[in-house]
């Protein structure tokens, strides 16, 4: 871990790098080979799995899940003999709560709302809404995810009780 910007709590494993500049939250877990370049922004209670590479201009707000393997891009044009850096990348935001499956892949410039899941092996190639459910390559909306993990039903109601209701393109949960 070269960064002084860890938070307290945060765990990181061996074989874990974390580059100074990268800013990672409090109560994080950072698994066995992940990867956190610098200018790189994580919050807090976020759970970093095995061999996740986390780049230049990606934030990941507060209680996301990553699972192994999930990569983001931050060059949708890259060469080898072209260093770009800062507002030359294109940055991602994945928002709070929001899972990624193993082996998702993330192509920069997009937003992944709150509360998302995007199943193991998805390509995300676009925006997510708020609790939107994404599958395939390239990924696809095919349903949508309870706060709790769930799949939501057609009614988009939860087996844990929760009821939603559409907001602009994505879902946010109805009051009680």
């Known amino acids: 871990c070269e960064s002084n910007n860890v938070g307290p709590g945060t765990r990181v494993w061996a074989f874990a790098h974390i580059l100074p500049g990268a800013r990672v939250g409090r109560d ?3 698994c066995d080979g992940a990867f ?3 200018g790189a ?3 807090d209670r976020v759970t970093i799995k095995n061999q996740v590479m986390i780049f230049e201009g990606v934030h990941v707000d507060d209680d996301v899940f990553l699972g192994p393997g999930v990569i983001f891009t931050n060059d949708l044009r890259p060469r080898a003999y072209l260093k770009r ?3 030359e990348l294109l940055t991602t935001t994945v928002k709070c709560g929001a899972t990624l499956g193993a082996g998702v892949v ?3 410039g997009v937003t992944i709302g709150p509360y ?3 199943g193991a092996g998805a390509v995300v190639t676009r925006d ?3 609790h939107g459910f994404v599958v395939g390559n390239p990924g ?3 349903g949508w995810a309870c706060t709790c993990g769930e799949r939501l039903s057609s009614d988009l109601r939860c087996t844990c009780g929760r009821a939603f209701e559409r907001q602009g393109t994505g879902l946010c949960q109805q009051a009680a």
Do not use: D, K, M
């Open 85 to 87: 850096h800062g507002a």
């Open 140 to 142: 696809q909306l095919v």
């Open 116 to 118: 998302a899941f995007i």
């Open 36 to 38: 956190v370049e610098n």
């Open 128 to 130: 997510v809404p708020p």
């Open 106 to 108: 993330v192509v920069c």
């Open 41 to 43: 922004t994580v919050g």
């Open 28 to 30: 994080c877990n950072v």
